[in-house]
């Protein structure tokens, strides 16, 4: 399967797109000089207990006080206090555990008042980013994630990806890794670390180990709330997290953008260099692969499925709800035989929005009701298969006799927004439209339905004047484009009495039979 990351670089912020066969399945927006990422590790100050809650609010010097809860804190708790205030008192300065005695684990049912004071200074990492008016998400169990390994300090447990299922495999690896890492430190292997040798395992360790020391630096002279460590950035954290064989190219619009990534990859993986390239073409990055077309056809509240059914997403405070509607879907087959057609194919789009879209929390899909069992479990299935591919962490109930599908997923930032709607030139801004290009793919959408599956002749196309010489311009129109792709002439009237974004499909001069 051919890979492309795109990183279109802006001014304000960068946004990355991930196509998979030239289709957008993921984009992420990495906003310019962000301050609160997620693996960020900061020094923060305990402004409040909460019994009630068994946690406590910390400033990181966010606008709201971060969120930790007892649980959060991690088994090692008492070590990493220790160390902490050790550091303070100037030992330690290489960072590393020789002389270091561990703590025995904190209780798992104990409180948070026991372990912590107000005004007490704490090492945290964020493992949630501030949604809407919440602030961060915070944990005292640290963890630094290179390429095939993630490293745990306070800890000495050996641990292989479940994904690794060759039991000689997970032995020869966890030999490795026992062999090099440093007293104190334990180690998860991730599932990238399948067949890779000694030498590279080694390096990827060492350079987190490094991490470490440079955060131990920061801290022994840091005044709370500060950040002692900062995460890598998005696009390197892309590359860490999925750089494989698969990808074919990494295409950035900045040059800044593009030499640290030749220098990052360099460091990774050497071989891959190549695929990196820099765009200095006159088309904006997203236009040329077709991304910017996608976007728009994708983050509307309303989402167009191939064979005519739609999707409508609405938000809540407590969840997102997927409405499935058959829309002028028209087959043969018998009325459950269609709706589980139409449920089929919404589900793979359903899949592919919620890693577009980064949705998180619980989602509600309502789907067309299907009676038969037999059929509920096929769905349930087909979207559990389709969902294995996504990163995030999820659980997937079976479809309610009620056609409900129920998803919760790992949220651990704000969902990707895009605005794909401009104010209606014909309302003064009082209304708004869906932009004109996607107006195009949407007769054309319709035209190809009436055509290929109606088998409709004589066609008629009745629009906005500026639509109509949209459709009828230049010597290879797209009416001429359409006769070639379907085989007749469809004719194109312009009428002053449209609006600009209205259609309307006629058969022998008379009768509606499609518009928007």
Known sequence: MNKTLLINSGPEETVLAILEEERLIEIHKEE????????????????????????????????????????????????????????????????????????????????????????????????????????????????????????????????????????????????????????????????????????????????????????????????????????????????????????????????TIYKELKVYLHTIAPEQTEIIKLYKGKKSLFDQYDVERQILNSFGKTVSLKGGAYLIFDRTEAMHVVDVNSGNRNSQLNQEENAFQTNMEAVEEIARQLRLRDLGGIIVVDLIDMPSPVYRKQLFDRMTELMSADRARHTILPVSRFGLLQITRQRVRPEVVLATQEVCPTCEGTGSIRKSRVLVDQIEAQLTHLVKVQNEKQLKIVTNPYVAAYLLQGIVSLRTKWFFRFGQWITVEASNDYALNEFHFFRNEEKIIMSN
Do not use: C
């Open 32 to 255: 310019s000089g962000k301050s609160f990422a997620v693996g960020d590790v900061f020094l923060g100050v305990v402004k409040k207990l909460s019994g009630s809650l068994n946690a406590a609010f910390i400033d990181v010097g966010h606008d709201k006080d971060a969120f930790l809860h007892y649980l959060d804190l991690g088994e090692q708790f008492g070590s990493l206090a220790k160390f902490s205030s050790e550091v303070k008192a100037g030992r330690h300065k290489n960072g590393l555990f020789r002389h270091f005695q561990l703590e025995e684990p904190i209780a798992k049912d104990g409180k948070i008042t026991d372990v912590l004071a107000k005004s007490e200074t704490v090492l945290v990492q964020i493992v949630k980013e501030p949604i809407s008016t919440k602030g961060p998400r915070l944990t005292s169990e640290l963890s630094f994630a290179g390429r095939f390994v993630v490293l745990v300090p306070f800890s000495e447990s050996v641990s292989v990806s479940k994904k690794i299922a060759s039991n000689a495999e997970r032995t020869r690896l966890k030999r490795i890794v026992l062999q090099v890492k440093e007293k104190g430190f334990g180690v998860i292997i991730r599932t990238a670390a399948e067949g890779i040798s000694i030498e590279e395992i080694t390096e990827d360790l060492q350079r987190l180990t490094e991490s470490w020391k440079n955060l131990v630096k920061e801290m022994a002279v840091a005044a709370p709330p500060t950040r002692v460590f900062q995460e890598m950035n998005r696009t390197q954290g892309l590359l860490r997290d999925l750089l494989n064989d698969s990808f074919n190219e990494i295409v950035t619009n900045d040059e």
